[in-house]
């Protein structure tokens, strides 16, 4: 049973316009949250995290929002670029355990 | 000075082939992690290291096998290849303060299993 779930497998968005990424999950230990970014033929690169004593993190054009309540985590791209064209992922850990990733969320930004 | 390098970047065996997975790293890392991604699935972890000679289970660690007898180096072993290994293997090393968080990957390597 996965405990981090991107419901969404796609997203198509216009340049320019806001892109946003959404992540569930189910295990209340989680503290920690992180966003990753892939390319084709390429590893995983980080890309911005927040810790669950906060509900917002902001890096330039990604924000990161939590919803503990909800068990709930989105992610903010604006202004969408073509070259954020990629794979997402989302992921959590629990008290310095291991990584948890979601199954990842296709960008596709058009010019 | 490439940081995170992996061996071969693709891999065709047949099943019941033993193949072994290479991973470098040159920033002395302690901890070290090997991963497969499948469409659906994300990342699932399968073995992991905090150091040389202490290596732990993941989430999906039946069929694989680890060693590291040096800091820089952790490979992955199939001891007898299965078609439900077709996967693409990422190795990542994380150097920060938390353990857990910020990891960096090597490029992966596309392995088929026939």
């Known amino acids: 049973d996965q405990q981090v779930k991107q419901n969404s497998p796609s997203l198509s968005v216009q340049e320019g316009r806001i892109s946003i990424l959404n992540c569930d999950y189910t295990?209340?230990?989680?503290?920690?949250f992180l966003w990753y970014k892939k390319y084709p033929a390429e590893g995983p690169t980080f890309l911005i995290s927040?810790?669950?004593?906060?509900d917002k993190n902001e890096d330039g054009r990604f924000t990161v929002f939590l919803n503990k309540s909800a068990k709930h985590l989105s992610l903010h791209i604006v202004p969408s670029q073509p070259g954020d064209s990629a794979v997402y992922f989302c992921?959590?850990?629990?008290?310095?355990?291991?990584?948890?990733f979601g199954g990842g969320t296709r960008v596709l930004v058009k010019p | 000075d490439a940081g995170i390098t992996q061996s071969p970047r693709y891999k065709i065996t047949e099943t019941g082939r033993q193949v072994t997975l290479m991973c470098h790293q040159t920033?002395?890392?302690?901890?070290m992690f090997w991963y497969r991604q499948d469409l659906g699935h994300g990342l699932r972890l399968i073995y992991y290291s905090a150091a040389a000679d202490i290596t732990d289970k993941g989430e999906v660690p039946d069929g694989y096998v680890v060693s590291r007898s040096k800091t820089e180096n952790f490979p992955l072993t199939l001891e007898s290849a299965t078609r439900s290994q077709t996967s693409v293997y990422f190795c990542?090393?994380?150097?920060?303060?938390?353990?857990?968080?910020?990891?960096?990957f090597g490029p992966g390597t596309r392995l088929t299993v026939l």
């Open positions: 920033w002395s890392h302690s901890y």
């Open positions: 992921a959590a850990s629990a008290a310095g355990n291991k990584l948890t």
């Open positions: 990542a090393t994380t150097g920060t303060g938390g353990v857990w968080n910020e990891q960096f």
């Open positions: 295990n209340s230990m989680f503290d920690y």
């Open positions: 927040i810790s669950s004593i906060k």
